[in-house]
C-alpha cells in the first residue's frame, strides 16, 4: 500500500517549513501501543508535525502487519482529530536495501538506508541504490556519514567519527539523499561509550554544523541520539529497584539551538524507553498487588503524552507550525 492511501506524508515540504522557520520535526520512535498513542495525543495537543519512526528491530519486535496496522490507526486519528498535522513514518537505520524495499511496501513514505560505517564510496553507492527506488515512489531518503558511538536498536559502535564537512556536498549530490543525519557529539542509547563514570559528554560541535550549512544551503540536516535523559526519571529508576549508572543525555539548550540553525529533524527515542521504565516501576513498587497492566502502561503512557508535549513546546519549537 501506497503511504498517500493512508494519509501521510513525505519529509520534503516538512523539512522547507521546518528550515525557514527556524525548528526541528519531531522524529518519535515507537516500539509499542502505548508509544504511539502518546506521540499522537501529543503532536495533536501541542498542533506539531510528527515523524513516526519505527526501526527493523522494532519491526521484527512488534511484527510487519502490526507496524503497518498501527500506522495506519494512528493516521485515522490524526484525520478524526481535525487537526490537519502533517504525519510521516518512518524507517529508522534500514540496514539494507531490502529493508527499505520492505518498509516502502508496506506504506513508510520515508527511509533512512544506513551505511555510515562503510567506506566513503561504498556508502555513497549503498544510499544511491535506496534513494533511485525510492524516489520513483516519491518516497524521501535519509542518509549518513559520519557515525554515532553507543547503543540502541541496532546501533553498537564503540566509537563516534565527527562528519566531515568537506564531504557533504559531494556525498549528497552522488547519492542523492534528501537529507542527511551527521555526527556533531550526540549518541544513542543511556550509556554513551567512552565516557568515564560521572562523567559529561562534551558539548555538541556547532563550528562542525555550521560548516556544513555552509556548504549544503538550505539542505536538511538530521540529529540521531537526541534524548536529554531527565536525571528525575534516572533517580526514579534506582529509587525503585533499578540500576542505572553513567547515564548521560544531550542538553536540551544544545538540541534548541541545533533546531534554529539547519537541524530539521531531531531523533528521541531512549527518553520514552527511560521514562516508562521509571513509571512502571514506581507503580509496581507502590503498590505491589498491582497485575493489571493497564494499570501502570496508563500512567507511562500519561507521562510520554507530557514529555512529546514538553519538546515540541520547548525544545524543537515544532508546537503550532501545521
Known amino acids: 500500500m501506497h503511504y498517500t492511501e493512508i494519509g501521510f506524508v513525505n519529509t520534503k515540504r516538512m523539512f522547507e517549513k521546518a ?19 502518546a506521540i499522537v495525543t501529543a503532536c495533536i495537543e501541542t498542533r506539531s508535525p510528527v515523524i513516526i519512526q519505527a526501526s527493523k528491530r522494532a519491526r521484527e519486535y512488534v511484527g510487519r502487519e502490526f507496524v503497518r496496522h498501527m500506522a495506519q490507526a494512528a493516521m485515522e486519528v490524526v484525520r ?16 539494507s536495501p ?3 524495499a520492505s518498509g516502502i511496501e508496506d506504506g513508510f513514505s520515508s527511509v533512512m538506508i544506513d551505511g555510515s560505517a562503510l567506506p566513503f564510496d561504498d556508502n555513497i553507492r549503498l544510499t544511491k541504490e535506496v534513494a533511485d ?25 564503540s566509537t563516534s567519527a565527527y562528519t566531515d564537512p568537506k564531504l557533504v556536498e ?6 542523492g539523499v534528501d537529507s542527511l543525519a551527521v555526527s556533531i557529539g550526540t549518541a544513542h542509547g543511556l550509556n554513551k561509550v567512552g565516557m568515564k563514570p560521572g562523567g559529561q559528554l562534551p558539548p555538541l560541535r556547532f563550528d562542525i554544523l555550521e560548516e556544513i550549512k555552509r556548504r549544503l544551503p538550505g539542505f536538511p540536516i538530521v540529529l540521531h541520539g537526541s534524548s536529554a535523559l531527565p536525571a528525575k526519571y534516572v533517580d526514579m529508576v534506582n529509587c525503585y529497584g533499578g540500576r542505572l549508572s553513567d547515564v548521560a543525555g544531550i542538553p536540551e539548550e544544545q538540541i534548541r539551538e541545533a533546531a534554529a540553525s539547519c537541524v530539521c529533524k531531531v531523533n528521541i527515542a531512549s527518553d520514552a524507553l527511560l521514562t516508562t521504565t521509571a513509571v512502571v516501576r514506581k507503580v509496581l513498587s507502590e503498590d505491589p498487588g498491582v497485575f493489571d497492566t493497564r494499570k501502570y502502561l496508563g500512567p507511562a503512557r500519561e507521562a510520554l503524552v507530557a514529555l512529546y508535549a514538553r519538546k515540541n513546546r520547548e525544545v524543537l519549537k515544532s508546537a503550532g507550525r501545521v
Open 19 to 37: 528550515y525557514g522557520g527556524g525548528y526541528a520535526v519531531p522524529a518519535y520512535n515507537f516500539v509499542n501501543m502505548e508509544q504511539l498513542q
Open 170 to 175: 559531494e556525498f549528497v549530490k552522488r547519492s
Open 133 to 157: 527506488f525510492a524516489h520513483r515512489l516519491d518516497v524521501t531518503v535519509e542518509g549518513e556519514l559520519g557515525t554515532l558511538s553507543g547503543v540502541e536498536e541496532e546501533v553498537r559502535r
Open 80 to 95: 478524526s482529530s481535525g487537526s490537519g498535522i502533517p504525519c510521516a513514518l518512518h524507517l529508522d537505520h534500514g540496514d
Open 98 to 100: 531490502d529493508e527499505c
